[in-house]
């Protein structure tokens, strides 16, 4: 037994030696680490233009004028090569944009996240030669993570083209969210020039939404004839639509006009009472400094917002919201819903500055009251016997660094999962939810 653990102890100490001598960094290796690092990055915004390579011709040009003035004339010849080159690598870029005329042509006008969108390019070359090294950037790429621009193969001379991609956008927003540009650096790359591209229409793309099924807690969940929906059939409200008579309908409802046209009889269609009427509070402004985190969990508030409306909207409900300084009755109409959804796509990312002037008087125009917030907004400041009012539904996004005992959060089973599991957990419970 002695002479085994002898031999395994002799075993380790060469492994321990390899790995020793493994995890040396070579004298490549240092090298290599000495010439890719940043002593001085306080100094970069001094230095970085010397790393275009026009400002290396120039150095170029510089060196070769000093050495024909002082050592050998011939060297004239490289500076005027030099010359050259630098004029035809800036100069050609700027000719052919000269002749260029785009339009960018939006034929959808809303989508959702990950939805592709097909987008056209009207584009005019006014020279008899063909271009290349075209291509479209920023506008619909600058928030793009994939991809920096649409490049395009070549131009024919003298003719007008159109150019058709699939555009896939990753973020909510109003597209384009800066005008687009046409840019090309060839024949050499060292130079790039740009010229603006119209755009006709927009494209609003609707933040994320998730399926939540049933309604939050609450004592009166009741018809209300003043609250509509176009949703489903009833008997009050604007007309909505005809159908074939059916046994039973009544005969006030028989629309003579079509019934004589159709040569059969044909029936009225018209709204129906929502099955509830909810208020929505949301708070979608910014607090304190912009970070990466906040604007997080400001489009979780605008995510989990959305979500709340599709929901109750499916379940014929009518949803009195309040969003920031404005307020949306969304329920008897679908353009409501749209304008809703536009809205919330239209707000910046960050937020929007300034304090915030929400009230709560949804809660006392409908039987339940939902606020959605992250945890710096003023909404949340109250008592706990606030939060748990049995009618109110509160969704705090996010937690301070030092969360107080005070508000105790709900269920934490998707405290460390998504945001769309926790909602789905969580949001009927009728009380302070976290999610985030």
């Not at 629309?255 to 509830?276: D, F, K, N, T, Y």
Request: with cysteine; glycine share 6%.
């Amino acid at each position: 037994m002695s002479a085994c653990a002898a031999n395994q102890n002799h075993t380790d100490q060469n492994h321990a030696e390899q790995n020793s001598s493994f995890e040396k960094p070579t004298f490549s290796q240092r090298l290599q680490t000495i010439l890719t690092s940043d002593f001085c990055p306080q100094f970069n915004k001094y230095i970085y233009w010397m790393k275009h390579p026009l400002a290396l011709g120039a150095f170029g040009m510089i060196s070769s004028l000093l050495l024909a003035l002082f050592m050998n004339q011939t060297v004239f010849l490289a500076l005027l090569g030099i010359a050259a080159v630098l004029l035809i690598a800036v100069v050609w870029p700027w000719i052919t944009v000269r002749g260029l005329r785009g339009e960018l042509i939006l034929e959808t006008r809303r989508a959702r996240i990950g939805q592709s969108v097909t987008i056209q390019l009207k584009l005019t070359n006014k020279w008899p030669w063909p271009l290349w090294g075209l291509m479209v950037s920023k506008g619909f790429f600058a928030l793009s993570r994939s991809s920096s621009g649409l490049s395009l193969s070549r131009m024919p001379a003298w003719t007008t083209a159109v150019f058709t991609w699939n555009f896939t956008p990753e973020h909510r927003g109003v597209y384009p969210v800066e005008l687009p540009q046409l840019e090309t650096s060839f024949p050499l790359g060292l130079f790039t020039c740009r010229i603006p591209v119209e755009c006709r229409g927009e494209l609003i793309v609707w933040t994320e939404t998730v399926r939540l099924e049933g309604l939050p807690d609450s004592h009166s969940l009741h018809f209300q004839m003043q609250n509509l929906t176009d949703r489903k059939a009833g008997d009050f409200g604007d007309l909505i639509g005809t159908r074939a008579f059916r046994e039973g309908d009544s005969l006030r409802r028989i629309h003579w006009g079509q019934s004589a046209r159709m040569q059969s009889l044909i029936v009225c269609e018209r709204q129906a009472p929502a099955s509830a009427s909810a208020g929505l509070i949301v708070d979608a402004r910014s607090y304190g400094d912009r970070t990466p985190e906040s604007d997080r969990q400001l489009e979780q508030v605008l995510s989990i917002s959305a979500s709340i409306v599709e929901s109750l909207l499916r379940q014929n409900a009518f949803v009195s919201c309040e969003l920031n300084d404005s307020s949306w009755q969304i329920g008897g109409n679908y353009r409501d819903y749209e304008r809703f959804m536009d809205a919330l796509a239209r707000i910046p990312v960050g937020g929007e500055n300034g304090p915030s002037t929400a009230r709560t008087s949804a809660r006392s125009r409908c039987e339940t009251a939902i606020v959605v917030a992250t945890w710096e907004s003023p909404l949340f400041a109250g008592s706990l016997e606030q939060h748990k009012t049995h009618s109110t539904t509160w969704i705090k996004v996010g937690r301070p660094k030092s969360e107080s005992m005070e508000h105790p959060p709900c269920s934490r089973a998707g405290a460390a999962a998504r945001w769309q599991d926790a909602l789905q957990a969580n949001w009927r419970k009728g009380k302070l939810c976290h999610v985030g």
